[in-house]
Nanobody, 114 residues
Framework: QVQLVEPGGGLVQAGGFLRLSCAVS????????MDWYRQAPGKQRELVAR???????IYADSVKGRFTISRDDAKNTVYLQMNSLKPEDTADYYC????????WGQGTEVTVSS
């Protein structure tokens, strides 16, 4: 059974930073495509960042240059470093694998105040 646990959210002022983590069990992140998504109130869930098994990364245009996705294969954990946060980054953040293949975790709430 695959489980995705995303602690690490919180409240931060605009211009600040946060690091989210996603502890994964049931699959090996080193052999899977891993994603971070977010869902703002009243909006659809959107892909924020992706890291392939080969370590290639892609980002949504809205976060490019500010967010960095990475992984620690030994800990089976995926990270999202978020810098220069903006109020429009406020959302619930989720990780998943293989394009959202597995049951979603609880997510973590990120609130950016102006």
């Amino acid at each position: 059974q695959v489980q995705l646990v995303e602690p690490g959210g919180g409240l931060v002022q605009a211009g600040g930073f946060l690091r989210l983590s996603c502890a994964v069990s049931g699959i090996s992140i080193s052999t899977n495509l891993m994603d971070w998504y977010r869902q703002a109130p009243g909006k659809q869930r959107e892909l924020v960042a992706r890291i392939t098994s080969g370590g290639n990364t892609i980002y949504a245009d809205s976060v490019k240059g500010r967010f960095t996705i990475s992984r620690d294969d030994a800990k089976n954990t995926v990270y999202l470093q978020m810098n220069s946060l903006k109020p429009e980054d406020t959302a619930d953040y989720y990780c998943n694998a293989r394009g959202g293949w597995y049951p979603w975790g609880q997510g973590t709430e990120v609130t950016v105040s102006s």
